[in-house]
């Protein structure tokens, strides 16, 4: 990583159990320990490369208390939604660039296809796939075949103007639509800021192929990007105070 935002890396976390500081490191066992494809098969977490983000377009949140409180401190991701359709429902947080080192520069558009970060994968259980298609995704158009539906927002079977990237990479969940006047589900995505759940959110590229393809002032280190989202929380925790 050649290039740096101008916010620190703080590695220093506190133990919610105990109290204690602890300098903890990105832990790159979960994602990236494979040694039956990987060139590399145990890197270190100072070797792992991030691309399609930055500490600037962060925003973390404290969620309420209760329930299992699996979920303390979390990262909310980017992504081009429909803001009217969310208004009374979105959830906003603590934008990285309040912390003054940006000058003048805005908080980045949802839009922005460097910075939202789109996942390699998705899960969900058979209960949330219903009740996206019946509740939260457009005119009930989340399923196929999607031709017989009252509005043909997926043409040609879906792949009209959709590539592999917008089904593998959710596109259809976290934006507004594939284009325009497609009705999309507007979630949003939440990341656990704990740094022992945080590695688990990363997925490995098995293609290995990014860190010559992605310009060196895209490319942002697992560890710094840790680091900096700490930050981040900590100058959000002084805010509320």
């Given at each position: 990583q050649e290039h740096l935002d101008p916010i620190k890396v703080d590695l220093n976390f506190e133990n919610a159990e105990t109290g204690k500081v602890e300098e903890l490191m990105f832990d790159p066992a979960p994602c990236c320990h494979a040694p039956y494809i990987s060139t590399k098969p145990t890197p270190t977490g100072d070797q792992i490369m991030l691309w399609e983000t930055a500490v600037m377009a962060t925003v973390v949140r404290e969620m309420p208390k209760g329930g299992s409180n699996m979920l303390d401190w979390v990262m909310l991701q980017q992504g081009p939604r429909d803001t009217f359709k969310l208004r009374n429902v979105f959830v906003g947080?603590?934008?990285?660039?309040?912390?003054?080192?940006?000058?003048?520069?805005?908080?980045?558009?949802?839009?922005?296809?460097?910075?939202?970060?789109?996942?390699?994968?998705?899960?969900?259980?058979?209960?949330?796939?219903?009740?996206?298609?019946?509740?939260?995704?457009?005119?009930?158009?989340?399923?196929?075949?999607?031709?017989?539906?009252?509005?043909?927002?997926?043409?040609?079977?879906?792949?009209?103007?959709?590539?592999?990237?917008?089904?593998?990479?959710?596109?259809?969940?976290?934006?507004?639509?594939?284009?325009?006047?497609?009705?999309?589900?507007?979630?949003?995505?939440?990341?656990?800021?704990?740094?022992?759940?945080?590695?688990?959110?990363?997925?490995?590229h098995t293609s290995n192929n990014k860190q010559h393809r992605v310009t060196r002032e895209r490319r942002v280190k697992a560890n710094n990007f840790m680091g900096q989202i700490n930050t981040v929380v900590k100058a959000a925790k002084k805010a509320k105070l």
């Open positions: 947080g603590y934008w990285s660039g309040r912390l003054g080192l940006y000058g003048k520069e805005e908080k980045p558009s949802g839009g922005n296809p460097r910075l939202f970060a789109q996942q390699g994968g998705w899960m969900a259980t058979k209960k949330q796939l219903i009740d996206m298609q019946l509740s939260h995704c457009g005119d009930k158009d989340f399923f196929p075949p999607f031709e017989g539906t009252t509005r043909s927002h997926y043409k040609d079977d879906g792949l009209f103007m959709n590539n592999v990237e917008f089904w593998s990479g959710g596109y259809s969940l976290f934006t507004s639509g594939s284009h325009g006047d497609s009705p999309g589900c507007n979630m949003q995505r939440v990341i656990s800021l704990n740094p022992k759940h945080f590695p688990w959110h990363f997925l490995y």
